[in-house]
């Protein structure tokens, strides 16, 4: 076989059913025509990793972990293949896990379970390809990408966030090479130094895929999902939204951190660390280019994107000495470090300093941020707007776009403003408010800073979401 290697990654609406996994045979059967081996980088079939949570909050409810094995029985008869293959170690999978996790086994016990997911997604798609006559061979991906410790994170965040090199390993693509298959591996999951399973966050299939491109020097990720590639916002709350044709790496990683949902923030920083291409295409509409990343693309300046990222926390931390107060800010940072979390945004006025935090990125449950706030009221006043979204406009001298935004400002009027955030890199502008209409300044701010549908005055914007559909 060639010694070329792509990597196609699939999302869970891309393996959930007989049809998905036709289209993936497809694939797989024009990458080896065109001279490729392929790694299949898959993640659990849709709504699985839910499932799989809500079971590891009640690991005493048999009823879902029921719902979890017919669910997949569903899926191997559609593909036509043995229970056999998959049923008795799944289910012996799922009750050591939610027995670990009824005797308190903790974050560890938890990732376990929740990449059960992945693992009975591609043992039973291996199964069907290997019926479809492709030479493939299953490789669990804890054996491939271990998760490097980091001390300063919270257990929540280190068992369930992990990250990996994506340094190219030269003995892992000369032991690949010499496999003379194609590879099929699990998607957001990855192994421990000491041999056990951690995860790499949601939507960590994607960064699976660029690690694993990263490791065999790959001639690029492919990511499969269910729609075209990247828009200029989220197409079911700005309908005019246009796919966007081509990014570099760092548009595309403010777009994806900053709450673009199709491509994972930690797969851009992943491939842009190998300067390995990334495409985004709809597995339903495999006809179309979709979204290119890249070293070098799009000279194209302004604003190119707004996105929004929901459940944010900002907290007002005020200290009328704050002025005179040597080391005030250096002790609130050490709080926020001791507690393992992440700072998203930071303001600073006289007596007032307004921190912006992801609370799903940061693994925050109530517990824990009450636990942060009580430490943090030990130095100042502290005020919590729990429910709040960040609206983004990402895109090259995003600061040239001010002067623009004047017909969107009465938004403001009704609404408050938080936070306003630009960064240092001048490729986002964020702009914090209370969840609720935020949807309403998304559409407004589109309709001032991107081309309306139609207009061709730049190739950097392709045809609306509404055109692609019926495409």
């Not at 300046?301 to 002025?323: S, Y």
């Not at 943090?376 to 001298?397: D, E, K, P």
Request: charged letters at 20%.
């Amino acid at each position: 076989m060639a010694q070329d290697w792509v990597v196609l990654k699939f999302g869970g609406t891309s393996v959930a059913g007989g049809s998905q996994w036709a289209t993936i045979a497809a694939l797989l059967q024009q990458r080896q025509a065109q001279g490729y081996r392929v790694v299949l980088v898959c993640s659990a079939v849709a709504g699985m990793t839910n499932e799989l949570t809500v079971l590891a909050d009640s690991p005493d409810c048999q009823q879902i972990r029921q719902r979890i094995i017919e669910r997949h029985r569903g899926l191997s008869a559609d593909l036509g293949v043995p229970e056999a293959d998959w049923l008795e170690s799944a289910t012996h999978w799922l009750d050591r896990c939610t027995a670990d996790l009824r005797q308190g086994g903790g974050f560890a016990s938890r990732a376990e379970l929740l990449a059960a997911g992945e693992w009975l997604s591609t043992r039973i798609g291996a199964a069907y390809l290997r019926q479809q006559s492709f030479r493939v061979r299953w490789e669990d991906a804890r054996k491939v990408l271990v998760a490097q410790p980091e001390p300063d994170l919270s257990p929540a965040r280190q068992w369930l966030s992990g990250s990996c090199t994506a340094a190219e390993d030269r003995d892992l693509r000369a032991r690949w090479n010499k496999l003379d298959t194609h590879v099929i591996t699990q998607g957001y999951i990855a192994g421990t130094v000491d041999g056990r399973t951690a995860l790499l966050g949601r939507g960590g299939s994607d960064t699976s895929a660029a690690l694993i491109a990263g490791r065999l020097s790959a001639r690029r990720v492919e990511i499969w999902t269910d729609v075209p590639g990247l828009f200029s916002a989220d197409p079911r709350l700005v309908p005019e939204a246009r796919l966007l044709a081509d990014l570099n790496y760092a548009e595309a990683l403010e777009m994806a951190a900053s709450g673009a949902k199709v491509v994972h923030a930690q797969c851009i920083r992943a491939a842009a660390a190998t300067a390995t291409a990334v495409i985004i295409r709809a597995t339903n509409q495999p006809h179309l280019l979709g979204t290119r990343i890249g070293p070098g693309l799009a000279g194209f300046l302004g604003v190119k994107a707004i996105t929004c990222q929901r459940g944010m926390v900002v907290l007002l931390l005020q200290n009328l000495d704050a002025r005179r107060e040597v080391g005030f800010l250096a002790g609130v940072f050490a709080t926020f470090r001791r507690h393992g979390v992440s700072i998203d945004g930071v303001a600073t006025s006289e007596t007032t300093t307004t921190v912006a935090l992801n609370a799903p990125a940061n693994q925050l449950d109530r517990a824990a941020m009450d636990a942060l706030v009580a430490d943090l009221a030990v130095q100042c006043r502290v005020t919590v707007y729990a429910n709040c979204v960040c609206v983004n406009l990402v895109g090259s001298s995003v600061r040239t776009c001010l002067g623009r935004l004047q017909s969107a400002m009465a938004f403001f009027d009704a609404h408050p403003l938080l936070m306003l955030s630009q960064s240092a890199n001048d490729l986002c502008l964020s702009m914090l408010v209370e969840d609720g209409g935020h949807e309403a300044l998304m559409q407004a701010v589109h309709r001032a800073l991107i081309p309306p549908p139609g207009d061709d005055s730049s190739p950097v914007f392709g045809r609306c979401w509404s055109e692609l559909v019926g495409a």
